[in-house]
C-alpha cells in the first residue's frame, strides 16, 4: 500500500507538473495536426482526405516518440538539475518503483499524443475496421520503449539542452530508419540490420499491419520483440541509475 | 538523552580514482542527541552524510542506523530518516503544502493524515500563511524551514540536515536553531554537518570535527574545549598605554604571562585562577584606571584552529562564502 501511494502521488506530481502544462498539451496537439496536414499536402499534389488512414501510422508512431522522449528526458534532467530528484531517490521506495512511476507520466503522455490524429482522422473517415486491439497495445509499447530510451538519455545527461540535444540525435535518424517514411526492404542492404535494432521498426510495423493490413512480420513477433527491448532497456536503464547517480 | 547508540559508523571511506574524500573515518551517535559534523569546504562533511542516506556508495567500512545495515538494506534505513539537504531541494511550481504532502507520500503517508501533519508542519514552521505560495516565491530562509518541514514530516528517528542555516537571515537562523532544539526535546536523534562553529557550539551536545577526509576530534562540547584550554586568562581595558608595564607586572604577578593585545589592553595568562583585587590594586597604584576586565575562554573555534591548523582568516572567508547567518 505505502508503495502504491508513492507510485501514485509521483506520478501524479509529474502529470500535474510537467504534462498537464499548456506548452506540452498545445505541442500534443499541434504536432500531430501539423503533421497530419504535411502530409496530406505533399500526398497526391493535393489535399486528399482518404489517404488519412494511410497516414495514421506513421502519425501516431511519430507523435509517441516525439512526446514521449523528450518529455521523460527534460523532465528528469531538470528535477537532476534541481536536485529536487535527490528526494525520490532517498524516499524509501524501491529505484524501479520509482522509475516506474517517472515512465508512466511519460507513457500516457505518448498515449495522449497517438490519439490526437485518430480523433482529428475519426471525424473524415471510418475507423471501425482497424483492429484497435492491436492498435492500444502497438501504441503502448512504442510508448513505453520510447519512454525508456528517454530515460536512457536522462542519465546520461547532465543539462536540459543535452537532453534535447541527445533526443534529436537518434530520434531522427531512427525515423528514417524504421519503415516509416521508406520501407526497411528498401533501404540499402548496409542500414537494414540497423533498422531491425530499433524498437520503432517494430511497433511502425504491428500499427501497419493493424490499420492498413500491411505488416512485414508477424504481429506476435513484433509484440514480443517490443516487449525484450522493453526489459532489457528497463533493467539497463536501472543499472545505469544505480551507477551513475548513486555515486 | 539516551546514552544507547542509534547510529554507528566504522572505517567509512569514499574513494574517487586516486583521490580519497573519507579515510577510514568512525563514529557513533546516541539517540535522542544532536550530533555536529564540522569542517572546512571540501573536508568530506558531504560525502559522510551522503553515504550515511544512499545518495553514496562507500568504497569500504560500514554505517549501521537503528540496527539497520544502512548500505546493504538502505530504503529500510531511509524509512526512519529525515534528511535536509544542503540545497533546498522541493518543486518550486508546487505550493508549500502541497510540497509537503507529496514528501509525506514518499513514505507511504495516506492523504489525510499527510494533509493534517503538512497544516501542523506549516503553522510550527511559521509558515501557515505562505501555504498556498509557489515554493519558488519562498525567500531563502521560508525555502531552508520548509525543506526542514518536508524532513520531518514522516516523524522520522533520525534527521540529517547538510548546512541547514547556510546562506540564510539571521533571524531565520536563529528560528531554526531553536527548531532543532524542540525537536530533540522530542526525542529526534540530529545529524547535522555545518562550518558555523558557533552553531554547533550552542547546539550540538557532541562534536566530531572532519579535516582532509579524516576525523581529528570527537567529544562534548566541554571536553573539546579542555583540548586547547591553557589555564585562565583575563584581558584588562585600561586609560592609559599598558605596553610600558608589561614587564613589571610579569614580575610581580609569578606564574602569569603578559601578552600586550593593544597599546591599552594586555591579557594576562596564568595557570590557576587568580584573585582579580591584587591586579587591579597594582595597576591603580600606578595610577592607571582599569575599565575592563574580562575573563577570556576558548571557543570552538579556537579548538578547531588548533586541531586542524586551519587559519581563523582562512575559515572566516569560508563562512562569508557560505553565507550570511549569524
Redesign the interface.
Known sequence: MKTWIAFWNILKKDIQNYYLKPPNISWGIIFPLSWTLMQLIRSSGGMNLSDIRALLPGLMAMSVLFGTTSMLAVTITFERKGRSFDRLLLAPISLSTMVAAKLSGAILFGLFNAFVPVIFASFFIDLAVISWGVVLLAVFLIAVTSTLLGLLIAVSAKEVFEAQTFSNFFRFPMLFLCGLFLPVSSLPVFLRPISYLLPLTYGTDLLGGAILGVGTLPPVLCVLILLVFAIVLFTFCQYNIRRKWIL | MSTTGIVSVTNLSKCYGNFTAVNGISFSIRRGEIFGFLGPNGAGKTTTI?MM?????PSGGSVEIDGIDAVKNV??A??I?G?V?D?S??????DGFDNLC??G??????KAEREQRAKALLSQFDLAKAGKRPFKAYSKGMRRKLTIA?GIIHRPEILFLDEPTTGIDVESARQIRHLLLELKQRGTTIFITTHYIEDAERICDRIAFIAGGNIVANGTVSELMQSVSHGYAIRLTANQNLEPLAGDLQQHFDGCTVKVDTNHEVTLLCEERIPLSPVLQYLDGKGISVFEAKEIRPTLEDVFVNITGIEAEKLKKEKEKGGVAK
Do not use: H, T, V, W
Open positions: 551522503n542516506i544512499g545518495l553514496a556508495r530504503k529500510k531511509q524509512s530518516m534528511i539537504p540545497e531541494n522541493l518543486y518550486d511550481e508546487m507529496f514528501c507520500s514518499l513514505y507511504g503517508m495516506r518536508a
